[in-house]
């Protein structure tokens, strides 16, 4: 999925509040200022040479000291109020999410049968390898014997495809010179129509329930399926490969295949999948062959994918940044005024200042 933000003007949600803020700061300003300039009290006590005082230098000093801490304490209060007024107003900007997904939809096929599942924790690691190398595809996986089921369905959560995939290898992991584990059973039931049918692994019927899997067929998408079997058939199915190869090259769909090292039942059943994944114009390759998953990706990035547009998502978020940018720079300097206050009166209580 394309996914791009085009900002908008910043604007206050409550312009209100910062009017009503921004006076009361002023009225609170304007009492201050009257409390510092108003006249001395009648009672207030007169110190007889005052003008001597103020000569000195020290005094001097001492003056510039204090209104000069006191206005750097005042303009940080100032500043403080600003961010503080600022963020009560919620700064907000309006942005634009320009979205569109990627039309390309990825089945994953695995035969389960007993002959391939000694070696399908290969496979369901190549699946793995592919999975990772895709971005923005649609995936889904379907396990199938002489019955096909859905694993999961076709989806753009790549954190939960791989998950599954864990499971399928932990499944499959188990298996030892034909003794399957319970594991086994569980992940891979309802693949058997029955446990007294002799029929196993029709490639045929399986690759064609994968290609049923797909969805959306009124859209204009690119249609991958990555077939994984060993080509050992026991039985008749309804569809041989090679009807099961033109189904899929009717439906649009290419099939790449990764043939697992089995022993075909009957002679020319590699020959046939690799005959109906070329037809689709997909690929075929034994599995553990160097590029088998780089080649397959390639294929896919190399699958035609038409770009779906969505409509634009507006959303408004606040900007707290710059509120609080500011109203720590107050507090900042507040502190800093404060700590140099307490320096400067610390020093001049030592002795013989």
Same mark, same amino acid.
Request: proline share 4%; aromatic share 8%.
């Given at each position: ?28 300003? /304007? %009492?201050?200022? @009257? ?8 009672? #207030? +006590?007169? *110190? !007889?040479? $005052? ?10 000093? /001492? %003056?510039?000291? @204090? ?8 303009? #940080? +209060?100032? *500043? !403080?109020? $600003? ?28 035969? !389960? ?241």
């Amino acid at each position: 999925m394309g996914v791009s933000w085009v900002p908008g003007e910043s604007e206050l949600r409550w312009p209100w509040l910062v009017v009503a803020l921004g006076v009361l700061v002023a009225v609170l300003l /304007l %009492v201050w200022l @009257r409390v510092w300039w108003r006249r001395p009290p009648r009672s #207030a +006590a007169y *110190v !007889a040479h $005052a003008t001597r005082l103020r000569r000195l230098p020290r005094y001097r000093a /001492l %003056v510039r000291r @204090r209104a000069l801490l006191g206005g750097l304490g005042s303009a #940080a +209060a100032l *500043v !403080a109020c $600003a961010g503080a007024i600022l963020l009560g107003g919620r700064l907000q900007q309006a942005q634009t999410l320009e979205r569109d997904d990627v039309a390309r939809d990825i089945m994953l096929c695995l035969d !389960a049968s007993g002959s391939t599942a000694p070696w399908n924790v290969d496979v369901v690691q190549e699946l793995r390898d592919i999975v990772e190398d895709l971005e923005g595809e649609r995936i889904g996986l379907t396990v199938w014997n002489n019955a096909a089921i859905t694993k999961f369905p076709l989806t753009d959560d790549y954190e939960f495809v791989l998950e599954q995939l864990e499971q399928a290898e932990l499944a499959f992991s188990g298996w030892t010179d034909y003794l399957a584990t319970e594991e086994y059973y569980a992940y891979t039931a309802g693949t058997f129509v029955s446990e007294f049918d002799r029929q196993s692994s029709l490639v045929g019927d399986g690759l064609v329930s994968c290609v049923q899997r797909f969805d959306r067929p009124d859209e204009d998408r690119g249609r991958a399926l990555v077939l994984a079997t060993d080509g050992e058939q026991r039985g008749r199915g309804v569809f041989s490969i090679e009807e099961a190869g033109a189904y899929a090259d009717d439906q649009g769909v290419v099939v790449h295949t990764i043939a697992n090292p089995g022993e075909p039942a009957e002679d020319g059943d590699l020959d046939e999948l690799r005959a109906a994944a070329r037809a689709t114009g997909g690929t075929y390759a034994l599995l553990g062959s160097d590029g088998t998953a780089e080649e397959v990706v390639d294929s896919i990035d190399d699958l035609r994918a038409a770009r779906i547009e969505r409509p634009p998502l507006r959303q408004v978020v606040d900007r707290n940044g710059p509120g609080t940018v500011v109203a720590g720079i107050g507090v900042g300097l507040l502190l800093v005024g404060w700590a140099v206050e307490w320096l400067v009166a610390a020093r001049g209580r030592r002795p013989g200042r």
